[in-house]
Each structure stands twice: as structure tokens, then as C-alpha cells.
Nanobody
Framework: QMQLVESGGGLVQAGGSLRLSCVASGGTFSSYTMGWFRQAPGKEREFVAAISWTGGGSTYYADSVKGRFTISRDNAKNTVYLQMNSLKPEDTAVYYC???????????????????WGQGTQVTVSS
């Protein structure tokens, strides 16, 4: 059973940056593909980015964040990061990190494919 704890959210002006962190415990972190999702008020949870478990750390991004957000991982620290630059008001949401139910999964971007979720961290971008 994997536990995930996010941090790093906050209030930032448009054009600013934030770095989210997610610390994992209870599983072999280096064997898991990890994902970031977000949910804005009144909207469904949506995929943001994912990084594979493989040594190369392949990444995949939603079109809305491509070129602005970067996902990375530090297996020695059991941590996955989301660096968010050039933030826009429409990036305002609760951000969640997630892991699939089994290790060695390919990169996936559907919420139903992830079994483990953190509690979320609020990101608010003011205009």
C-alpha cells in the first residue's frame, strides 16, 4: 500500500513559478510510474504529467502544460516533482500526485488507471 504526500502549493501571480513535491512511502518507488493530476472547482480531475519508472524516465504531458511544466523524480528520495513555470490563472486547481496499482506500468494518463492518490495541494494563480 503506497502513501503519497504532496507539498509546495500556494498563491502565485500569473507568470510566476512553483515546484510541487510528492513523497512516497510503502512501496518500491523506483518501480512505479508516477503521475500528476489537477482538479479545478466544478471540473473533473484531469491529467497533467507522468514519468515512467524506467531508467530514462520518459515523460508525458497534457497539451495545456507542455513547455511550461516539467515532471521529474529522485528515486533516492522517493520523491516526484512538478516544476510549474509561466503559470496562468487557468492553472488554479488542487494538484494530486498518483501511482498506479502495480509497478512497472507504462505511462498512463487516465485517472481510473491510478490507484494511489495523495491528499492534494492547492495552487492558486492570480491575474
Amino acid at each position: 500500500q503506497m502513501q503519497l504526500v504532496e507539498s509546495g502549493g500556494g498563491l502565485v501571480q500569473a507568470g510566476g513559478s512553483l515546484r510541487l513535491s510528492c513523497v512516497a512511502s510503502g512501496g518500491t518507488f523506483s518501480s512505479y510510474t508516477m503521475g500528476w493530476f489537477r482538479q479545478a472547482p466544478g471540473k473533473e480531475r484531469e491529467f497533467v504529467a507522468a514519468i515512467s519508472w524506467t531508467g530514462g524516465g520518459s515523460t508525458y504531458y497534457a497539451d495545456s502544460v507542455k513547455g511550461r511544466f516539467t515532471i521529474s523524480r529522485d528515486n533516492a528520495k522517493n520523491t516526484v516533482y512538478l516544476q510549474m513555470n509561466s503559470l496562468k490563472p487557468e492553472d488554479t486547481a488542487v494538484y494530486y500526485c498518483a501511482a498506479p496499482g502495480a509497478p512497472y506500468s507504462r505511462i498512463i494518463h487516465t485517472t481510473t488507471s491510478y490507484n494511489y492518490w495523495g491528499q492534494g495541494t492547492q495552487v492558486t494563480v492570480s491575474s
